[in-house]
């Protein structure tokens, strides 16, 4: 099993940033895909952007060129930093990580508790 630890939520103004972490912990050497995923008010959970075992990134595109993910493979711990925020990205921001894939793509995931951004106008 992997659990996961987020931080690094809080409010900002628009135009500022944020630097989301996400530590995990226990079965780490198995991890495949990490991502970040949000979930505004009244809204259904949706990808922000994710970082594979190797390294490459996907993002939505509402986010591309703004927000950037990163990994540190030592620490375990994936990154979102978040530049130019704006309004509409005020959300709860949950960190995810898969393993386990079969070959159908089915995978194991882990979820964190999440943590709240909040971009003021």
């Known amino acids: 099993q992997v659990q996961l630890v987020e931080s690094g939520g809080g409010l900002v103004q628009a135009g500022g940033s944020l630097r989301l972490s996400c530590a995990a912990s226990?079965?780490?050497?198995?991890?495949?895909?990490m991502g970040w995923y949000f979930q505004a008010p009244g809204k259904q959970r949706e990808l922000v952007a994710t970082?594979?075992?190797?390294?490459?990134?996907d993002y939505t595109d509402s986010v591309k060129g703004r927000f950037t993910i990163s990994r540190d493979y030592d620490k375990n711990t994936v990154y979102l930093q978040m530049n130019n925020l704006k309004p509409e990205d005020t959300a709860v921001y949950y960190c995810n990580a898969d393993w386990g894939c079969n070959s159908w793509g089915e995978c194991l995931e882990a979820w964190g508790q999440g943590t709240l951004v909040t971009v003021s106008s």
């Open positions: 226990g079965n780490t050497l198995s991890i495949n895909t």
């Open positions: 970082i594979s075992v190797e390294g490459n990134t």
